[in-house]
């Protein structure tokens, strides 16, 4: 069972666009939701991330909103640079620093 | 700050043989680690939760006597795939959760582990 759905798989924007990556969940007992960013061959990284009750919450020119009455969550970055073209997962927790559970990843590709 | 190592980056060996790789949180010390797997173009599935002086938790699916777990220290947890098979390659990926702060979990550069 997907406890995390992530879309689109992939996503194609010019610089300066705001690609806009969604994130669904279904446990309710979910209260941390981190974003990876990961370059291929690479670990991810921790971007940014946002617990219930925060709407919003912003990182330079990464921002996640978040629904809880939807269970919804999602990453804009804003202003993209092609240095932003990576893999994004969404992720969701308990805790923060127990066991993720992970979105199936967004391919992003920034083009000049 | 909150460095992971994993060691080697990329390993090639043989069907049936053995390999070890290492995770190391370099800068901080951590009681709970992650062992991920992930094939090309998909997403980290989780194998097993590593802590430090007790036996690791694994995942549903994920045979405990082929991938062996050892978490001696608090910035040391090793993984290694017994008598390996081709259907085995793939990126293994280390996480540690940071016991001081607030319990962030740092991932490491991940191994490529290709058997032939």
């Known amino acids: 069972q997907q406890q995390v759905k992530q879309s689109p798989q992939s996503l194609i924007v010019q610089k300066g666009g705001i690609p806009i990556i969604n994130c669904a969940y279904e446990?309710?007992?979910?209260?941390?939701f981190p974003w990876y960013q990961q370059f291929p061959g690479k670990g991810p990284a921790l971007l940014i991330a946002i617990r219930p009750d925060v709407s919003e919450k912003k990182e330079g020119r990464f921002t996640i909103s978040f629904n809880k009455s939807a269970k919804q969550f999602s990453l804009h970055i804003m202003d993209s640079q092609p240095g932003d073209s990576a893999t994004y997962f969404c992720a969701a927790t308990k805790a923060a620093g127990n066991k993720l559970t992970f979105g199936g990843g967004t391919r992003v590709l920034v083009k000049p | 700050g909150a460095v992971v190592s994993q060691h080697p980056s990329w390993v090639i060996c043989k069907s049936g043989t053995s390999v070890k790789i290492e995770c190391r949180s370099l800068d901080f010390q951590a009681t709970t680690m992650f062992w991920y797997r992930q094939f090309p173009k998909q997403s980290l599935m989780l194998m097993a939760t590593?802590?430090?002086?007790?036996?690791?938790?694994?995942e549903q699916g994920v045979e405990k006597d082929k991938f062996l777990i050892n978490h001696a220290s608090l910035t040391l947890s090793t993984l290694t795939v017994t008598s390996a098979h081709p259907e085995d390659s793939s990126f293994y990926i280390c996480?540690?959760?940071?016991?001081?702060?607030?319990?962030?979990?740092?991932f490491g550069p991940g191994t490529r582990l290709t058997v032939t």
């Open positions: 996480s540690a959760k940071n016991s001081g702060g607030a319990g962030e979990q740092y």
């Open positions: 446990n309710t007992a979910f209260d941390y």
């Open positions: 590593s802590n430090e002086g007790s036996k690791a938790t694994y």
